[in-house]
């Protein structure tokens, strides 16, 4: 398929525990971002990369999570030592690159936190 | 800063009734504003922009600068309509794209 994909799709993890969420963009997008969506909150922003520019990291909630983009392609977002307001769905998103306006979604990772 | 808000969590209509989902925003520059729909079971997909000034699905939306809104409205809801939906902002040199809460949308049969 040429949409976003996440893996995995669900994660149930211990509180404490270290997690990792993958994002594979459609490819040629430069542009890719990380959002929580959880009960009551909406959609909120955690990081955003556009090419080769130093990200916006302006939206992650600790210092617990963190993310990096390989190669300008895929993205990985860490949580470490989850803890259970964690449990969220992490939702990334790509879009051609700057001023292109449309975000398209991946279909999310359901994170549990026990 | 700039900041995205939808004061309306739920909203129920009847089938054929009008509905207006609102949406509000701060933001001192030029933005660009959109309206993102998720379907049960789908993802997040862009439903419209602002700079487009089209109609979609029969939805349509006004940037009001004076008011600094641009609500979402159709004239006859369907059920198929039902859907969460989120106002989204940006702006030009790219900037990142953020979000409201959300507004559930349940039309009634």
């Known amino acids: 398929g040429a949409g976003v994909s996440q893996s995995p799709s669900n994660k149930v993890t211990e509180k404490g525990k270290d997690v990792e969420l993958r994002c594979d963009p459609i490819?040629?997008?430069?542009?890719l971002y990380w959002y929580r969506q959880s009960l009551g909150q909406g959609l909120e922003f955690l990081i955003y990369f556009q090419g080769n520019s130093a990200p916006d990291k302006s939206g992650l909630p600790s210092d617990r999570f963190s993310a990096e983009r390989t190669g300008g392609s895929v993205s990985t977002l860490t949580i470490q030592r989850t803890q259970q307001e964690d449990s969220a769905v992490y939702l990334c998103?790509?879009?051609?690159?700057?001023?292109?306006?449309?975000?398209?979604f991946g279909e999310g990772s359901r994170l549990t936190v026990l | 800063a700039q900041r995205v808000t939808q004061p309306e969590k739920l909203l129920s209509v009847f089938k054929g009734a009008p509905v207006e989902l609102k949406c509000n925003y701060s933001y001192s520059g030029s933005p660009e504003l959109f309206w993102y729909v998720q379907y049960s079971r789908q993802r997040l997909q862009l439903l419209l922009r602002h700079i487009s000034r089209e109609s979609i699905k029969g939805f349509t939306a006004d940037l009001n600068k004076g008011e600094t809104s641009f609500h979402l409205k159709k004239p006859f809801a369907q059920e198929e309509d039902s859907a969460m939906y989120y106002c989204?902002?940006?702006?030009?040199?790219?900037?990142?794209?953020?979000f409201g809460a959300g507004t559930r949308l349940f039309v009634k049969a």
């Open positions: 998103a790509s879009s051609l690159g700057v001023d292109t306006g449309e975000l398209f």
């Open positions: 490819s040629g997008h430069t542009a």
């Open positions: 989204a902002l940006t702006r030009t040199g790219g900037f990142k794209t953020i």
